[in-house]
């Protein structure tokens, strides 16, 4: 299974932009980039996935690389119900393969 | 409302005896998952189902068994439940099992096994 690198955590403000970067430079030419959340006491939440080009959708945007090396997942204006665990996957068949993810604190 | 449905959210339990968690979902999916999540180690596949009587293991199976009787229904077994299968559990369906597909994850449940 092709790996990701994620930050351990990150923090933002509350209705500031939020960029969670995530690097994949074994990726495949099959491999989807999809995103899922975890909030607290929950099960994962799928946020977006993408292929090759950049996709929005109305919890956020996908930015991937023209390389399709790095991507990175935008938070438009967060909130509070924001913080959560989130995930950068690769995704070639049935499996999702979870990494550690990266913590997301949003301030007040 | 489109949902995956788990029972119980909570068990405590003891060695030895037998368990089942129930997992359903009501949305015709084809493809359903088992994951155990538990610190450090993250998310990791148990079993996975791709249609009604087609079943394979995922990363992490012993100690588990599951049947794919009925399309809405997944059951996770554990025959002999031992300590080091207190976990936090969640079964997860999506349309096709396919890579672009969604994957929707119920609440999860929490075993602890004494």
């Known amino acids: 299974d092709a790996k990701t690198t994620q930050p351990n955590s990150m923090e933002s403000n509350e209705e500031e932009p939020v960029h969670l970067p995530c690097n994949h430079s074994?990726?495949?030419?099959?491999?989807?980039i999809h995103w899922y959340r975890q909030l607290p006491s929950q099960g994962p939440e799928y946020v977006i996935h993408g292929l090759t080009s950049n996709v929005n959708n109305r919890m956020a945007s996908l930015a991937i690389a023209e390389d399709r090396k790095s991507s990175t997942l935008i938070l438009h204006r967060a909130t509070l119900r924001d913080a959560a665990v989130y995930y950068c996957i690769l995704r070639f068949q049935q499996k999702l393969v979870f990494g550690q993810g990266t913590r997301l604190t949003i301030n007040p | 409302e489109a949902q995956v449905t788990q029972n119980p959210r909570y068990l405590i339990t003891v060695t030895g005896k037998k368990l089942t968690v129930t997992c359903s979902q009501n949305?015709?999916?084809?493809?359903m998952s088992w994951y155990r999540q538990d610190p450090g180690l993250g998310l990791r596949q148990i079993y996975y189902?791709?249609?009604?009587?087609?079943?394979d293991k995922g990363d992490v199976p012993e100690g588990y068994k599951v049947s794919r009787k009925e399309k809405r229904n997944f059951p996770l077994i554990l025959e002999s439940p031992s300590p080091n299968q207190t976990s936090l559990y969640f079964c997860?369906?999506?349309?096709?099992?396919?890579?672009?597909?969604?994957?929707?994850f119920g609440p999860g449940t929490r075993l602890t096994v004494l």
């Open positions: 074994t990726i495949s030419g099959t491999d989807y």
């Open positions: 189902s791709m249609n009604v009587e087609v079943t």
């Open positions: 949305m015709n999916h084809e493809y």
């Open positions: 997860a369906s999506s349309l096709r099992g396919l890579a672009p597909d969604t994957q929707y």
